[in-house]
């Protein structure tokens, strides 16, 4: 039972354009959200969270989108640089919990 | 300050063999994870810790065990190596049960 789902893969953008990834999610005990990049060969960095009571979260070239009624939540990378190229994971959390759901991940790829 | 930081970086085991996997972490953080990175799958939590002295089962426990002697180090082993434990392995720890959590750079596990 997948809880939190990213369906799509892989992305391929131009720089300068906008990167929009997407995440699903079932468990509506989620209200922590969280996005990390991964590099390869490196572990996952953290980039940006969101509060189920927030519906949206900026912290510079990034932003986080939540929708409640629909269970899904994007990232929005404007403008996009070649230096983004990673995988994308989103991950969720319960009320009160420190345990991190995470999805499969999508691998961005920003091309010059 | 090192951060997250994990041994070995690389190892291959044969069925039936045991190991342990360190964490340390030199942030004062309380709590501390073991995942697992399989392809297509995301990070999936193995066993987590909120404190000195304690453990708690994650996601996919079986075949682990953890534990959490000094705050600073957080120990994964594997009693009976199988190849389903073959895998990238990596530590996290985060000061309190929200917000980010950091990664250690990971292990990668092969058994054959």
């Known amino acids: 039972d997948q809880q939190v789902k990213q369906n799509s893969p892989s992305l391929s953008v131009q720089e300068g354009r906008i990167s929009i990834l997407n995440c699903d999610y079932t468990?509506?005990?989620?209200?922590?959200f969280l996005w990390y990049k991964k590099y390869p060969a490196e572990g996952p960095t953290f980039l940006i969270s969101i509060s189920s009571i927030k519906d949206k979260n900026e912290d510079g070239r990034f932003t986080v989108f939540l929708n409640k009624s629909a269970k899904h939540l994007s990232l929005h990378i404007v403008p996009s640089q070649p230096g983004d190229s990673a995988v994308y994971f989103c991950a969720a959390s319960v009320r009160g919990g420190s345990r991190l759901t995470f999805g499969e991940g999508t691998q961005l790829t920003v091309n010059p | 300050n090192a951060g997250v930081t994990q041994t070995p970086k690389f190892r291959v085991l044969k069925t039936g063999q045991s190991m342990t996997l360190l964490c340390a972490q030199d942030?004062?953080?309380?709590?501390m994870y073991w995942y697992r990175q399989d392809p297509g799958m995301g990070l999936r939590l193995i066993h987590y810790s909120v404190g000195e002295g304690t453990t708690a089962k994650g996601e996919v426990p079986d075949g682990y065990n953890v534990s959490r002697l000094k705050k600073q180090n957080f120990l994964l082993g594997l009693e009976s190596a199988a190849p389903s434990q073959t895998s990238v392995y990596f530590c996290?720890?985060?000061?309190?049960?929200?917000?980010?959590?950091?990664f250690g750079p990971g292990t990668r596990l092969t058994v054959t």
């Open positions: 468990n509506s005990m989620f209200d922590y």
């Open positions: 942030m004062n953080h309380e709590y």
């Open positions: 996290a720890s985060s000061r309190g049960a929200r917000g980010e959590q950091y």
